[in-house]
């Protein structure tokens, strides 16, 4: 075999097949819905650089057995390969990729195009219970497969291939994809539906109902709140806090900000907070200089502070693109907060609030981020790990954050999320007297006692005579 002539992948399933050619042979049963039959024979020297495939049976629509894998038939084939190696496989035309890099750096595929399914997707799920968001691995529904395999034929005729079997795709893929609104946080939905009059949302005629639990969770958030009444209506703060097209704990932390007169601060961390952990960025070959970067933007108080610090910087230089390249903060996302905040700025017109400005007062700043995130509170214990106020469930500071070495006795985080652990992101620093100042309907005295002034109890320990040894 001339090696010269070959790729190095093609190469290396080229010795693939010829080494499964002696053990498998041309074995009729080989041949089923499970396996993908090539071609081992060389091509010539008038042949281009490929391994010669019969593609002319290749179907990328379902046959009359409902079967989506890919076979290739030839008769002269000896051997047998897996799914992941003629995913790798591939012929030659559809290998050659006609592209052009647009200014961007976005490849677009002028010619074929060729798209692989695995069958896996992740997926985001929310637990109401724990207030927790997470990225899950799920299998793919059969309708998200057939949108996939679409994709293929966009530009041109291409080829899709499906790295699973057609009794997996007929036995174990559910038909659709979970809904979202049966997998996520209602509680902006429901304070929207009763902005609207919808006061009976348990028989509401849902398109695709969600889950009895998180609908009365939401309920309870929202009430805990002051957006709804002990009978379940919208209240006049519920129905201010209804106007701002974000999550009901912000909206409530937005209102809050004309109490301790920081409306303008607040609304850059709430527009910080609305790009979702995408303000930092870590290149692989500057992960040093990128992490100097974002320490040089920490400020005593939490994270919330900190994005403050970047947003107010960035307004400094004219929301210059250089500086966030220097800095390694992407700038479609500054850009982005900058767009959300002048929209909410426009909002809070409309539910009379002035906008005020207290740049210095950072306890001010986490008092009005505490009236809106009372709910997500977590205390330090005895053992040196964080743990929820309400459902005492074990949690830890994200690495990235400002206050992950610093370790304050009482903090309050703006998510949950669960990735190798339970982390909280994006947290600061509060005391917990501001918790009875801002939510004293929530919470009680006792629950929020550290410890810290609690003397010892008559007749109890030793004195130092007892434990003294004499000899």
């Known amino acids: 075999m001339d090696a010269m002539r070959y790729s190095s992948l093609e190469f290396t399933f080229a010795l693939i097949a010829k080494q499964k050619k002696s053990c498998i042979g041309n074995n009729p049963e080989s041949n089923n819905a499970n396996n993908i039959d090539i071609d081992n024979r060389i091509p010539d020297n008038n042949a281009d650089n490929s391994i010669d495939v019969d593609n002319s049976n290749l179907d990328n629509n379902i046959n009359n057995n409902g079967d989506f894998n890919t076979v290739y038939n030839n008769d002269n084939a000896g051997a047998v390969c897996t799914y992941m190696q003629i995913a790798l496989l591939l012929t030659n035309e559809s290998l050659q990729f006609a592209t052009e890099i647009d200014l961007n750096g976005t490849a677009k595929l002028k010619s074929r195009d060729i798209r692989d399914n695995p069958g896996f997707c992740k997926q985001n799920s929310y637990n109401a219970r724990t207030g927790m968001e997470s990225l899950v691995v799920t299998p793919v529904s059969k309708a998200s497969a057939n949108q996939r ?14 790295l699973y079997t057609a009794w997996a795709y007929k ?22 539906l009763k902005s609207l009059g919808i006061n009976d949302l348990i028989h509401f005629d849902f398109m695709d109902p969600p889950p009895h639990e998180t609908l009365v969770l939401a309920l309870e958030q929202l ?10 209506e919208l209240t006049k703060l519920g129905r201010r806090m209804a106007e701002f097209p974000v999550d009901p704990m912000l909206s409530k932390m937005i209102l809050a900000s ?86 909410l700025e426009g909002l809070m017109e409309r539910v009379e609030i002035e906008v005020t400005s ?53 903090i309050i985080y703006h998510e949950l999320v669960f990735t190798t652990k339970e982390f909280m992101r994006q947290v600061i620093e509060i005391e917990n007297g501001w918790l009875l100042e801002v939510a004293p309907h929530y919470y009680k005295a006792k629950e929020l006692e550290d410890g810290s002034g609690r003397k010892m109890p008559k007749n109890t320990g030793k004195t130092r005579a007892d434990v003294t040894r004499t000899y």
Not at 318 to 330: D, K, M, P, R, Y
Request: aromatic residues 10%; hydrophobic residues 35%.
């Open 149 to 162: 395999a679409g994709r293929a034929g966009r530009v041109s005729a291409g080829k899709c291939f499906r």
């Open 258 to 343: 004309e109490r301790y007169k920081c409306s303008k601060e607040i609304l850059t961390i709430t527009a910080m907070l609305s790009v979702n952990n995408a303000v930092f960025y870590r290149p692989k070959d500057k992960v040093v200089h990128a992490d100097t970067a974002r320490q040089n933007f920490f400020l005593p108080g939490g994270d919330h502070i900190t994005l403050m610090n970047v947003y107010n910087q960035w307004e400094e230089t004219a929301h210059s693109t250089q500086w966030c390249f220097e800095n390694f903060i992407q700038y479609r996302s500054m850009k982005r907060a900058r767009d959300v905040r002048d929209q």
């Open 358 to 410: 207290n740049p210095l007062d950072t306890v001010s700043i986490r008092k009005a981020i505490t009236a809106g995130f009372f709910y997500h509170t977590a205390k330090l214990d005895k053992g040196g790990n964080y743990r929820t106020v309400k459902h005492n469930q074990t949690v830890m500071v994200h690495p990235n954050s400002s206050m992950f070495e610093d370790r304050p006795k009482w």
């Open 223 to 232: 009430y805990a709140l002051g957006a709804l009444n002990h009978k379940g």
């Open 171 to 192: 036995n174990e893929l559910e038909d659709n994809t979970v809904p979202e609104i049966q997998r996520t946080n209602l509680g902006n939905v429901v304070l929207l």
